[in-house]
Structure formats: structure tokens, C-alpha cells
């Protein structure tokens, strides 16, 4: 969907995001396959692991939109090229918004 | 203001019934995301950051009361309680959840808005003059015509699936206030002798290819002018780059083809269209559409005691209504620019609360009357002057009364990164700052007249090619970066602004912008003399200068 995705190394650790489909709320894969919409409980995954992951992902289509890989430290915290959209993307938008602007 | 008929009211809730369907469809996994993804999109939804997005058209920025409460209502019950009004007089909901929109939708139809052609490679929202009707400088209301191209670009089936989306612009005054040279088709009204036509302009634009249009006929009748857009769309439908999406706007048409080739095409796709492929437009079918934008009865008590009685007695009113009252062809009458641009804020965004303070003052003291700016503010076009003081308490009290009308503060700003999936930076706080820097409102009124606009990546939404100062944020290996232009307009003097140099980052904008000013200030031969004035006058160097001096 975004126009800029880095492709990871098979090696570098990465979580699996998407959109929930019905309300749109960002969400993680969580270590047991779950979904999440807390970027703290988001598992860190590699190689073939990673891509099967991605793959189970894909086949949960209803549930979820649009997975794709996020570059992550091995603990699971956004780092990489991407960190600020993804950083934004976890926990909203930098400035204060509605009737708290 | 045009109402919908029996036809019109069934084609919209035909759509809501059949985009319900559609979600359904989605949510229960029969539909996947590529197959969806087209169908939202041809009924305003988008997949941002981290949400849905819903844009609702407001044909040619026109709204009611009735209108402003629904979309307050639908930011209030399905959304955070805010919306955001963007340079295409639309609105976008930021949080919308796919599941309710259906619903949303239905609660739109029933004021007559909708969110077909939002989104698409389709004929998107007209947009127009936000002092249409109102306006001293107009030769006539040019809605009514918008209204016109409106009816004819809904589901016109040959025009469903064109290269690229398209845009059109039509203007009527002598002061271009509908960026008519940045639109794939720009329409100036004119007369000669006792028969209104046309200028047509084709092939402006902005985005990554930002052009200028080309004025391709100088004067188009009345009775003729959809048969002539109907022409021009079938050259760009069947020339247009549908091989690269980054050529496919009719703006790279026109300037690979020349403006002489390209016009001698739609001229001669024009001179081909049979008899019995003309629209047929007939006086009693405008005749008709003008009734519906027919002047309110205008109040005969001018009221100009009060108007200056209330000035003299509160400064501060006193300044918004210097700044921000627009001259009207009514005496007795001036248009409000209600400020979506409070110091600190983001631009174009309105609470629900704020909303139906607009929607309650246009009701009872505004003929009912309300527009959407393509510069991200709300109007009321049609005020007597012994009610601005009245207008003015409840805005202020409601937070929008910031006195900014086209000053160096009333910014125009994507959502950029913030919200959106294409940007590659922040918008909204970089303008923020830039507020903060000249939040003073008298050193505001000093500088005058200065447009800054803000794009957070290159499409361009924040218009940052044709404001005074422009500001395009671009990503260099994951850091956010602004790039600056100079000397950009959207007027009847339209140009494209130049790149000052390299990019700087964030915290170093406010004070390069900060360093223009003050060179403007320095340089300029009086206080009349605006900054793109001065710009013109003095060529860029001292402000690309300006832009990268340290203390």
C-alpha cells in the first residue's frame, strides 16, 4: 500500500503488520499468531519463519489488510528506514488532534 | 442552493445499498483486499496510516446548515469529533471504521452529500470560487455552471475509467480565487456581447509534474460547453499515458503534444461528434439550474451604526473584521472567512462542536448559507453587517475567530505524515511552528498578504507549488527534510514556485522562513507592496540567500 517498503534481509529481525479490516486500527502479530493493536506485543520473526508468518497472514484476509514486513530489533521495538511512519502508525498521529488540539 | 430530485435521491442511496453489500462482502472475508480496494475507492475510502479515511464530496464547497450538521453529527458518532477540509472543499474523516460507513453514507444521503467520485480515476469534485453569488468582483455566479458539469460528470459511463483522476475549476470573477491554472480543466465565465461562454484552460496541475494550464480556446458558448469538455475528455481517455502512471494526468498530454496539437485534436474530436451525440443542453435546463442559486432576499437595513459602533468599541473585533470580511456585490453585506487556522492548530480541521456553531450562525443570520474554501477555511458568504459582531462572539468563543485571512499564518497543510500513507514527512508541525514564529497578529497585518503552503511528499495536496513560500517534505534515508520554493501563485498570475536549494530539516524551516520575511520587510518599497510583489520585482537571490544564512 505505502509506496516505500524496504525489502529485509531474510536475516533481520521483522514484525508482521496490517490493518484490522473492519475498523482499520493498526495491529501486530503477536508470538502465538494472534493479532494485536499494542506494538509491545509484537513478535520478532526471520527467516523462513518470517515468510510462513507473512504467508498464514495472507490467508487471514477478512480479519486483516495488507500484511507486510516492519523492520524491528530483535525484541521486537521499531527501528530501521521506516521508524518514524512506523513509530506514527503505532501510536498516532505527532500532534494533538480534535478537541484536545 | 441545488436540491436533489427523485433521481438524484435514488442513485445515491441505490449506491450506499450497494457499497453496504460490498463491506459486507469484505468483512466476511468473501472479497479480498485487491478486489475491494477498487470498490471503496470509487466511494471515498482510502487506507491511510493507521485508519480508514472517508472523503466526502461538498460539490463546489457548498454546504447548508443542514448539510454542516450532518457532517458535524458523523465526526461526533463515528469519528473522533473532528473532520478535515482539504483544498478540494471536500472533507475527510481520519477514523471512520469500515464497518459503519455504510452507515455513515446513508446518514450523509439523507442532506444530500455523498462520497462518489471522491476517489478514482474519474471527473472528481467541481470546485469553484468560496464567494461564489457573494462576491463584487464576479461577472456572474459561476455554481451554477459547476452544478451543470457536476450532473454531466456523475457516472458518465465513457468517463469511468479515464488514465488519471481529473479535475475542474471554474471561476467567474476577475480575481482567480479557484486555482483555475493548476486544474486539468480550468473554466474562466465570460461575455461577449449578451452570450456567456467560456475560457477553457487545459493541462494545469501540480503533483510530481507541476504545469501550468494551456489556454486552449479563448471563448466557448454557453449552449456548447459540455460538448467541447466532452471532446477534450475523449482525446485525454484515449491519448493519455495509461502505460505509467506518473504520465497519465492530461497535463503530460498537452505538454508532450504542444498546446497547438492538442487543441487542434479536441477541435477536430469536436467538429466529428454527430448530431445525435450532442449534449443537449437547452436555456430552459440552465434556466432551471440557475433558479436553484438564485440571491437570497437580501435584507434592505444596511445596519452600518451598529457594524461601526461595535469596531470602535472592540478592538479585536475590530481587527478580525479588518482581516477577515470579504467586499460583497450586497450593500449592507460582507463574506466571513471563519479561520480554520488557529495559531498551533492543524489547518482545515473543524470539531464537530465547531461545526455546528458555523451550521447555527449561517442559519440564523447567514441565509443558510455555507462554503468550504479550497484554501481549508469555512465561509459565510452572505452576512448583513449589523450581525458580524454577533458572528464574531460566537466564533471566538468557539475558537475559530483567528483574524489570518490570507495572511502569513492562514497556511495551507496536507496531513502529511501524520495520517497520510503516500507522505514522506510532517506537515502539521512544521506549520505549527511556522505559526508560533508569527503568531503576533499586528507583525501579521505588518507583512500583509503571504501565502505558505505545506506538502508533507510530492503529490502535492498541500499546493506547496503555487504558494508564496512552498514547503515540500521529502525523505532522506528515514530523516524528514523540507524543501523550499519561492514565488509560487494560484491567482489569474499564476506560476509555479522555484526551488530555493537544498533541503533543510524540520527544526531549521521556521527561521529560514522567519529570514525571507525579514528580507522581504527590508527590501520592500512600501507596505503596499505585497511579498511575491517584491519577489517579482527583485528576482529570487536575495531571498534564496536569506534562506541559507546562519546568524
Excluded at chain 1, 27 to 47: C, E
Excluded at chain 2, 119 to 136: E, Q
Excluded at chain 2, 434 to 445: E, H, I, N, T
Excluded at chain 2, 519 to 532: K, V
Amino acid at each position: 500500500m505505502t509506496s516505500v517498503r524496504p525489502k529485509l534481509k531474510p536475516e533481520t529481525p521483522k514484525a508482521i503488520t496490517a490493518w484490522e479490516t473492519a475498523t482499520g486500527r493498526s495491529v501486530w502479530m503477536t508470538q502465538v499468531g494472534t493479532w494485536s493493536d499494542d506494538v509491545r506485543k509484537a513478535a520478532a520473526f526471520t527467516g523462513e519463519i518470517a515468510e510462513a508468518r507473512l504467508a498464514e497472514a495472507f490467508k487471514q484476509e477478512g480479519q486483516v489488510t495488507d500484511p507486510y514486513f516492519m523492520e524491528v530489533t530483535e525484541t521486537g521495538g521499531i527501528t530501521g528506514r521506516e521508524t518514524i511512519r512506523e513509530t506514527i502508525r503505532a501510536t498516532g498521529p505527532t500532534v494533538a488532534y480534535g478537541a484536545s488540539a | 442552493m441545488y436540491r436533489y430530485d427523485e433521481f438524484d435521491a435514488r442513485l445515491v442511496k441505490d449506491r450506499v445499498d450497494q457499497f453496504r453489500g460490498q463491506v459486507n462482502r469484505r468483512l466476511s472475508g468473501e472479497l479480498l483486499e485487491d478486489e475491494f480496494k477498487p470498490l471503496r475507492l470509487q466511494n471515498g475510502v482510502y487506507l491511510q496510516l493507521h485508519a480508514y479515511m472517508l472523503r466526502v464530496a461538498i460539490p463546489y464547497g457548498q454546504l447548508n446548515g443542514a448539510k454542516l450538521r450532518g457532517l458535524a453529527e458523523v465526526a461526533r458518532d463515528y469519528d473522533r469529533g473532528y473532520g478535515h477540509f482539504t483544498t478540494r472543499q471536500n472533507i475527510q474523516y481520519n477514523w471512520v471504521a469500515l464497518k459503519d460507513i455504510p452507515d455513515v453514507l446513508e446518514k450523509l444521503a439523507g442532506v444530500e452529500l455523498h462520497a462518489i467520485q471522491t476517489s478514482g480515476n474519474c471527473i472528481r469534485n467541481v470546485t469553484s470560487d468560496h464567494f461564489a453569488g457573494a462576491a463584487f468582483d464576479e461577472l456572474m455566479d459561476p455554481r451554477p455552471w459547476c452544478e451543470i458539469i457536476r450532473q454531466w460528470s456523475t457516472f458518465h459511463p465513457e468517463f469511468a475509467f479515464l488514465p488519471r483522476k481529473f479535475k475542474i475549476a471554474v471561476t467567474a470573477a476577475e480575481h482567480d480565487r479557484a486555482a483555475i491554472a493548476v486544474h486539468d480543466i480550468g473554466l474562466r465565465i465570460l461575455k461577449r456581447g449578451d452570450v456567456v461562454g467560456f475560457e477553457v484552460h487545459v493541462g494545469g496541475g501540480q503533483g510530481r509534474t507541476p504545469h501550468l494550464a494551456a489556454l486552449v480556446k479563448d471563448f466557448v458558448p454557453e449552449a456548447e460547453l459540455l460538448d467541447y469538455l466532452e471532446a477534450i475528455m475523449r482525446v485525454y481517455n484515449r491519448y493519455g499515458r495509461r502505460d505509467n502512471k506518473y504520465k497519465a494526468r492530461i497535463k503530460i498530454l498537452v505538454n508532450e503534444l504542444g498546446t497547438e496539437e492538442f487543441t487542434a485534436q479536441v477541435d477536430a474530436e469536436y467538429a466529428a461528434q454527430k448530431g445525435h451525440e450532442k449534449i443537449d443542453l437547452p436555456q430552459a435546463e440552465i434556466d432551471r439550474i440557475n433558479a436553484y442559486f438564485a440571491p437570497p432576499a437580501f435584507d434592505a437595513d444596511t445596519g452600518s451604526e451598529t457594524f461601526e459602533a461595535a469596531k470602535a468599541a472592540d478592538p479585536a473585533f475590530a481587527e478580525w473584521a479588518e482581516v477577515n470580511l470579504h467586499k460583497h456585490k450586497q450593500a449592507g453585506h460582507a463574506s466571513v472567512t471563519v479561520s480554520l487556522k488557529p495559531i498551533g492548530g492543524a489547518a482545515g480541521d473543524a470539531t464537530d462542536a465547531q461545526m455546528l456553531v458555523v451550521a447555527d450562525l449561517a442559519e440564523r443570520y447567514g441565509y443558510d448559507d455555507i462554503r468550504v474554501s479550497h484554501a481549508q477555511n469555512l465561509v459565510l458568504p452572505h452576512v448583513p453587517v449589523k450581525h458580524l459582531y454577533a458572528i464574531w462572539q460566537a466564533l471566538d468563543a468557539a475558537g475559530i475567530a483567528t483574524a489570518n485571512e490570507s495572511l502569513i499564518t492562514d497556511l495551507i497543510v496536507c496531513p502529511g505524515l501524520d495520517y497520510c500513507n503516500l507522505a514522506n514527512a510532517r506537515s502539521i508541525p512544521v506549520g505549527q511552528a511556522l505559526q508560533k514564529v508569527f503568531a503576533d497578529p499586528k507583525y501579521q497585518r505588518e507583512i500583509g498578504r503571504l501565502h505558505i503552503n505545506i506538502s508533507g511528499c510530492i503529490n502535492a495536496c498541500g499546493h506547496h507549488h503555487v504558494g508564496h513560500i512552498g514547503i515540500l517534505g521529502v525523505d532522506r534515508k528515514g530523516e524528514e527534510f523540507y524543501q523550499i520554493s519561492l514565488g509560487g501563485r494560484a491567482d489569474e498570475k499564476a506560476a509555479i514556485g522555484d526551488i530555493a536549494g537544498p533541503a533543510l530539516k524540520g527544526e531549521d524551516v521556521p527561521q529560514a522562513v522567519k529570514r525571507i520575511v525579514d528580507t522581504y520587510m527590508a527590501l520592500r518599497t512600501s507596505p503596499d507592496e505585497l511579498f511575491i510583489d517584491t519577489l517579482a520585482r527583485t528576482g529570487a537571490e536575495p531571498f534564496k540567500e536569506a534562506v541559507y544564512a546562519t546568524a
